[in-house]
């Protein structure tokens, strides 16, 4: 099911709030998993950067409506003036043909896509012995096989109409850190590394930038055991040297500054936002004198 929300009608003239980095006026972005947390913070921020915008979300078509809406909302102000566009895109990226209907949507809709996020993720606690084999699937099959069939499927188009993209993806500090009881989310994101530097090296003559963000502990729903109770969450942070968890806004801005012309020369590298969480904590004092 695709619905398409159009306010070109109404002004050719673009009014954008943000409009801070280069280069991302009128281009289309992709972001998968959009309906919620960081990955609809990207949307509703690349909204405001002036890029025309496809939500992709699994189910919840009420909450990729709300964030259509905000970023409508935030891109074009109280009056609905504004030369982008916006698109729902039903998917889920644990299955080929559903990313298959997803970039024809896109392109056909937009005339072309240039910036691909790939956020959709999942994850499911287990001790690593007792995983069963369809989560063990079901884990890799989206975080990780869905980023790389997107990606392939973006640089497939990139590569034939010789008109080169962007790829993010949406990494974790697990991508270095180790994460016992969630086997299949740590390799997940530790092959997002590879993914990322692989076909940034692979496709770097052709234009093609990859590049990945490594969030820290967010506030989002995928958090919801620890954000939503304060001593859990008190827990948490005290293991951040920054003192704090992040917030999906701060995620969104790498995102903006990485898919821009300010980055233009930055491929193959995992950016971590995560209040110093890969800094190794444990030695934030001295051990001994
Ligand atoms: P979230 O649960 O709000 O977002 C994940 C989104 O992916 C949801 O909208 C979900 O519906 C969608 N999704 C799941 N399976 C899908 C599928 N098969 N097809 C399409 N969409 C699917 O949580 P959050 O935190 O916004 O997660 C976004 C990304 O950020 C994930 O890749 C996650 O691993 C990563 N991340 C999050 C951190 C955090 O602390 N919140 C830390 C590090 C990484």
Redo the contacts with the bound molecule.
């Keep these: 099911m695709t619905m398409l929300f159009n306010y070109s009608a109404l002004s050719s003239r673009p009014l954008h709030l943000h409009h801070t980095m280069k280069g991302l006026t009128g281009k289309t972005a992709l972001i998968?998993?959009?309906?919620?947390?960081?990955?609809?913070a990207i949307a509703i921020r690349l909204a405001e950067e002036g890029c025309n915008i496809a939500i992709?979300?699994?189910?919840?078509a009420e909450?990729a409506e709300d964030t259509e809406a905000i970023a409508m909302q935030q891109a074009c102000g109280q009056v609905e003036q504004c030369g982008m566009q916006s698109l729902l895109i039903k998917?889920?990226?644990?299955k080929e043909q559903d990313i298959l209907n997803m970039m024809n949507t896109v392109v056909d809709k937009f005339g072309s896509l240039d910036i691909l996020v790939n956020?959709?993720?999942?994850?499911i606690e287990k001790p690593s012995h007792e995983v069963p084999t369809d989560d063990f699937d079901r884990v890799i099959g989206?975080?990780l096989r869905?980023a790389y069939l997107c990606a392939r499927e973006a640089i497939k188009c990139w590569v034939e109409h010789q008109h080169p993209g962007v790829i993010i993806n949406?990494?974790?500090?697990?991508e270095i850190i180790p994460r016992p009881s969630y086997i299949s989310?740590s390799i997940s994101?530790g092959g997002m590394g590879n993914l990322t530097r692989t076909l940034a090296l692979e496709y770097a003559k052709q234009g093609i930038r990859v590049n990945a963000i490594?969030?820290?502990?967010?506030?989002?729903?995928?958090?919801q055991a620890w954000t939503d109770d304060p001593e859990q969450k008190a827990i948490v942070e005290s293991h951040i040297p920054m003192g704090r968890a992040g917030n999906?806004e701060e995620m969104a801005a790498a995102v903006a500054f990485l898919v821009s012309d300010e980055a233009t020369y930055i491929t193959g590298q995992t950016l971590y936002i995560d209040g110093g969480l890969t800094l190794y904590a444990d030695f934030q004092e001295p051990w001994s004198a």
Excluded: F, L
Aim: net charge neutral; proline share 4%; no cysteine.
């Design positions: 998968t998993g959009a309906s919620s947390g960081i990955g609809q992709n979300y699994r189910s919840n909450e998917g889920d990226v644990s956020n959709a993720g999942i994850q989206t975080n869905g949406i990494s974790s500090v697990h989310y994101k490594a969030p820290g502990a967010t506030i989002t729903p995928i958090n999906s």
